[in-house]
Nanobody, 124 residues
Framework: VQLQASGGGLVQAGGSLTLACVASERAASDYTMGWFRQAPGKEREFVAGINWSGSSTYYADSVNGRFTISRDNAKNTVYLQMNELTPEDTAVYFC??????????????????WGQGTLVTVSS
């Protein structure tokens, strides 16, 4: 499955952005999906995850309460609504899909399909 992320850009601290990730195959509606981010010089880290139906969501402590992950399986799309952005949220954001049903929502190794990334820059 191919994943295409979009929606990144430049925003001021305190602002909001919504990222979208479109999957190329309908089968992705059966997969756990996740968002990760990677800041310059840092390792890729988990941001948020969502199960196939959207009934369960998972967040990193650093974004819990500010970010919301959701999905529209009819559109093969997963979203990441980001509010109250801070400069520490600046990173390339990647969407990912787990077609192997690993169950490891928080781990980079828990996903076997990755999008190309979209850059989010938050200015102070």
């Amino acid at each position: 499955v191919q994943l295409q992320a979009s929606g990144g850009g430049l925003v001021q601290a305190g602002g909001s952005l919504t990222l979208a990730c479109v999957a190329s195959e309908r089968a992705a509606s059966d997969y756990t999906m996740g968002w990760f981010r990677q800041a310059p010089g840092k390792e890729r880290e988990f941001v948020a995850g969502i199960n196939w139906s959207g009934s369960s969501t998972y967040y990193a402590d650093s974004v819990n309460g500010r970010f919301t992950i959701s999905r529209d399986n009819a559109k093969n799309t997963v979203y990441l609504q980001m509010n109250e952005l801070t400069p520490e949220d600046t990173a390339v954001y990647f969407c990912a899909a787990d077609s192997s049903y690993s169950g490891n929502y928080y781990l980079v190794t828990g996903y076997n399909h990755w999008g190309q990334g979209t850059l989010v820059t938050v200015s102070s």
